[in-house]
């Protein structure tokens, strides 16, 4: 059993930047590879940000890429987004997942334990 808590987000100015926090429990965290997904209101989720188990392998949505970074501390059990250049469109909210295994797909499914999610509002 899981538990995965999200924490940062908030309101900031077009251009801004947050970084958002991924604690979790469990005595097997660095076996398992982690993402990031977002969902805005009327819109389905959609991916972000993974990060294999060991922190080597990494990949993002096209929409973020070059200003999003996914990172992780297996000894502290946190999974990290940090969020640069921040646009309009980012509003949403953030939720933390952890994969089925140490490096997964995109798709939700492939996630088995979800945050409560984490809002991120970007206003001009």
């Known amino acids: 059993q899981v538990q995965l808590v999200e924490s940062g987000g908030g309101l900031v100015q077009v251009g801004g930047s947050l970084r958002l926090s991924c604690a979790a429990s469990g005595r097997t965290f660095s076996t398992y590879g982690m993402g990031w997904f977002r969902q805005a209101p009327g819109k389905e989720r959609e991916f972000v940000a993974r990060i294999s188990a060991s922190g080597t392998l990494r990949s993002y949505a096209d929409s973020v890429k070059g200003r999003f970074t996914i990172s992780r501390d297996n000894a502290e059990k946190t999974v990290y987004l940090q969020m640069n250049s921040l646009k309009p469109e980012d509003t949403a909210v953030y939720y933390c997942?952890?994969?089925?295994?140490?490096?997964?797909?995109?798709?939700?499914?492939?996630?088995?334990?979800w945050g409560q999610g984490t809002q991120v509002t970007v206003s001009s």
């Open positions: 997942a952890r994969g089925r295994t140490g490096w997964v797909t995109t798709a939700p499914a492939d996630f088995d334990s």
